[in-house]
Every structure is written in C-alpha cells, then in structure tokens.
C-alpha cells in the first residue's frame, strides 16, 4: 500500500533547505541570466501540475520584479507560438517540467528555439531532455519523486523561481523571506499533523473546491487537482468571487470549499465562507492569521502565521492541500502511489 506519496509530503521543508543553500550566493547561471533578461517579458510554460505551478509564478513575478509575465500551457505554445513568441510578447521563457521528458513542453521549447526565443529549463530530473535544452538551465535533483503525483517537485520548483525573482529584483528581504519557509513549513506540519485526516474522516464529501485570487488561483488549481489525481474525486477551482457565477449551483451539504485568502481582497472572500456555508457546504480557510470573522464562519481554519509577505509564502498552503487528497484516497480504499489512468510522464 501507499507509501512514496506520504514520505514525499512530508520531506518539502529538507528540499526546500537544500535549496535556499544552494542559492545563498549568485550563481554564474543566475547572474548571466539577469544580465540578459533584466528587462524581458517573461513566459512561464508547463503543462498539468507544471502549468498551475505557472499560474502562480507568474502572479508572483509580475508583483515582486515588476516585469510582465503570462503563464503558458505547453500546448498552446505548439499550436499558437505566433501568439507569445518573441515578437508578441515572450522574450524569456520558463520551460517546467518534474520528468524533463514530458512530450508538450520539449515540442514547446523546439518550436521557441525557432523564434529566437530565450529558454531557461526547469527541471528534477539529470540527463533529461529538458535538462539540456535551453540556454539557462536549472536542475532540482533531490525533490524528484517516486509518486505519479507531483507534490515536493511543485513546491520546490516554484521556490527556485521565487528565489530568481528575488535575484531579478534585487530584494534580499525577500531571499531572507524565503529563507525561513523550511523551518516554518516544519512547525506548520507539526501543529497541523492529523488535521487533514480528522477533516476527511469526520465527514462525507463528494465535491471539493478550490477558490483563491491573484497567486492564490494557481494554488486552488493545483489543489483541484491532487484531489482528482489521488483520489478520484469531483474536484474544481474558481477565481474566488467567481464562484457566485453560477458554479455555486453545485454546493450542497457534501461539498467542502477550500479558501486559500488573499491579503488583497480584505472582506469580500470572508463574506463568500458564510455565503456558501448556508447553502450546506463545509469550509477550510487558508490564511496568514485568522480574524474574527473568518473564525467565525470557516468550519475549519488553517493559520500559517509565517510573518512574511503574500508572494512569499505560497509553497506554505500546498502540504494541507496535498494532505486532504491522500486521506481522501485513502478512505477511498485507493492507493495515492497508484493513481488511476495516470502515469508520471505524458508522451504524445
């Protein structure tokens, strides 16, 4: 039975140190990359778990380098490049991908390399494709994974391109930020440990959504997703504020709402928890600390109280969302480690 999955969850904060290590000094890489790009239009590309990792990279690099950034499925990069090529607006372009192999994203970077477009690998996996295509190259050896579900790979990956943001930026502030995301993410662990189980244990959920705003939704896509990888589940994610627009019709009393809250959108997200909870739902609110009101209405309240700023502190909510999904398969009688129909790399 299951095993890779759990030990996978639990070791993000060790990768996540092993990486602000490797970063504490500018690397060569890094710094001929700022010298070449500092005034790029940046293209973030992945597909499935890698393209939500896009969603909230790019929300967070537009915010703290200031340059603009998009976030790109590896596919429409095949079938639309005239639409982001260089010439239209993506002069750099991440290429994400845990296994390096996957067939949409090396098609995507074959056909920028046409365009002149200037490529950065992202990767977990050494003597991959991905890992020597492109004209910068970054490689996340230890968070490679023996699950088919993606869970330190998307963590770490979007750390490391955290890290580049702080460097495009000049922020050392927001270097030493992500600096002490290990040890809160292992406090966060301990005093959240058996939460996610006592939540999926304690009631019956058919559908479970995910809501958030700005790099929040990346997050809320990624959570719809381990849900439906592990576990098989009705899983889907809004634009918080979205929900209203007809999808709510889908709450009733088997439905658990997960609210990542932003910092941005003050009461409007609280009000939606209450607004929801009455229609039957059950809730979870993911937030820096929790106020009065957002006590009062979530059913169940996760506080990562990190003391660092919104885009620094993403990776902190992904353990809890990966968590929920594993108990839920687990209930389920299902294997996490085997996830059905899936497999770790797509080849077209």
């Known amino acids: ?58 929300a967070m690099w537009k915010a703290i380098t200031g340059l603009p950034a998009q976030a790109i499925p590896s596919a429409d990069i095949m079938f639309y490049a005239d639409l982001y090529a260089k010439s239209r607006g993506v002069d750099s372009a991440v290429l994400i991908s845990r ?18 477009t200037n490529r950065i690998s992202l990767t977990c996996r050494a003597e991959s494709e991905l890992s020597r295509m492109g004209e910068y190259r970054y490689l996340i050896g230890n968070a490679d994974e023996k699950s088919v579900v993606m869970t330190r790979s998307f963590t770490s990956m979007l750390l490391q391109i955290q890290i580049l943001a702080s460097r495009f930026s000049g922020n050392q502030s927001f270097f030493d930020q992500l600096s002490s995301l290990p040890d809160i993410g292992t406090a966060l662990m301990g005093k959240n440990n ?3 189980e006592e939540i999926i244990s304690s ?5 479970f959504i995910y809501l958030g705003h700005g790099p929040h939704f990346g997050l809320a ?30 709450v009733d009393k088997d439905t658990l709402i997960i609210y990542l809250l932003s910092d941005h959108t003050g009461d409007a997200e609280i009000k939606l928890i209450g607004e929801m909870n009455a229609l039957g739902a059950k809730s979870i609110a993911i937030c820096e600390t929790a106020n009065t009101a957002v006590s009062a209405n979530a059913d169940y309240v996760v506080e990562l109280n990190s003391g ?41």
């Open 1 to 58: 039975m299951t095993k890779h999955t759990v030990e996978e969850i639990m070791s993000q904060p060790r990768i996540w140190q092993s990486l602000i290590k490797h970063n504490e000094n500018l690397n060569g890489t890094t710094a001929d990359l700022i010298k070449n790009a500092s005034d790029h239009s940046f293209g973030f590309i992945g597909s499935g778990t890698s393209y939500y990792l896009s969603l909230s990279a790019a």
């Open 99 to 116: 296994s390096g192999t996957t067939s949409e994203i090396l098609l995507a970077g074959n056909t920028l390399n046409k365009y002149k």
């Open 194 to 196: 058996g939460l996610a």
């Open 203 to 207: 009631n019956s959920f058919t559908k």
């Open 221 to 250: 896509s990624e959570g719809m997703l381990k849900v439906k990888e592990m576990s098989v589940a009705h899983s889907e994610a809004y634009h918080s504020l979205e929900f209203r627009h007809g999808p709510m019709s889908l």
């Open 308 to 348: 660092v700023e919104e885009n620094a502190r993403l990776i902190l909510a992904l353990p809890i969302l990966q968590q929920l999904a594993y108990h839920n398969a687990l209930k389920k009688g299902m294997d996490p480690d085997e996830p059905r129909n899936l497999t770790q790399v797509v080849t077209l």
